[in-house]
C-alpha cells in the first residue's frame, strides 16, 4: 500500500508538470493563434507492465492543437499487441519524416489523423 500511495503522488506530479507545460505553450501567441496550436504532445509511459517489459495496451496522450492536422477529442482503441513504435511511425509520417520502420513497429496507426 505504502509503494502505492507512493506511485500516485508521483503520478500526480507528472500530471500536474504536464499541465503547467500545457498552459505555458497555450500562454504563447503565434501568428494563428498559440504555440499549442502547432504543437503535438506525447504523454504516457514506454511500458504497460514494468515487470515484463511489456509494451502492448499503453496508455498514452496525444495533445495538439488545430494546426498540427491531428483529429481530436476522441478516444482510440488499437487491438492488442500493437507495438507502440507504430505512433512513432504515424506522427513522424504525419510531419513528413517517411520512415519503413521504428524499432518493433508493424506500420502506421490507422484514424490517427484526420475524421
Same mark, same amino acid.
Request: no cysteine; hydrophobic share 35%; proline share 6%.
Given at each position: 500500500?505504502? *509503494?502505492? *500511495?507512493?506511485?500516485?503522488?508521483?503520478?500526480?506530479?507528472?500530471?500536474?508538470?504536464?499541465?503547467?507545460?500545457?498552459? *505555458?505553450?497555450?500562454?504563447?501567441? %503565434?501568428?494563428?493563434?498559440?504555440?499549442?496550436?502547432?504543437? $503535438?504532445?506525447?504523454? /504516457?509511459? /514506454?511500458?504497460?507492465?514494468?515487470?515484463?517489459?511489456?509494451?502492448?495496451?499503453?496508455?498514452?496522450?496525444?495533445?495538439?492543437?488545430?494546426?498540427?492536422?491531428?483529429? /481530436?477529442?476522441?478516444?482510440? $482503441?488499437?487491438?492488442? /499487441?500493437?507495438?507502440?513504435?507504430?505512433?512513432?511511425?504515424?506522427?513522424?509520417? *504525419?510531419?513528413?519524416?517517411?520512415? %519503413?520502420?521504428?524499432?518493433?513497429?508493424?506500420? %502506421?496507426?490507422?484514424?490517427?489523423?484526420? $475524421?
Amino acid at each position: 500500500p505504502e *509503494k502505492m *500511495k507512493d506511485f500516485s503522488k508521483l503520478n500526480t506530479y507528472h500530471v500536474e508538470t504536464l499541465a503547467y507545460y500545457l498552459n *505555458k505553450l497555450q500562454s504563447i501567441p %503565434e501568428a494563428d493563434g498559440t504555440l499549442l496550436d502547432s504543437t $503535438v504532445v506525447l504523454y /504516457g509511459k /514506454g511500458m504497460s507492465d514494468g515487470n515484463t517489459h511489456n509494451n502492448y495496451s499503453v496508455p498514452v496522450v496525444v495533445i495538439g492543437g488545430p494546426e498540427n492536422g491531428l483529429a /481530436g477529442n476522441r478516444h482510440l $482503441v488499437y487491438p492488442k /499487441g500493437t507495438p507502440l513504435a507504430n505512433l512513432s511511425v504515424s506522427l513522424l509520417d *504525419k510531419f513528413g519524416v517517411n520512415v %519503413e520502420s521504428f524499432g518493433d513497429s508493424t506500420g %502506421e496507426l490507422p484514424l490517427l489523423s484526420g $475524421v
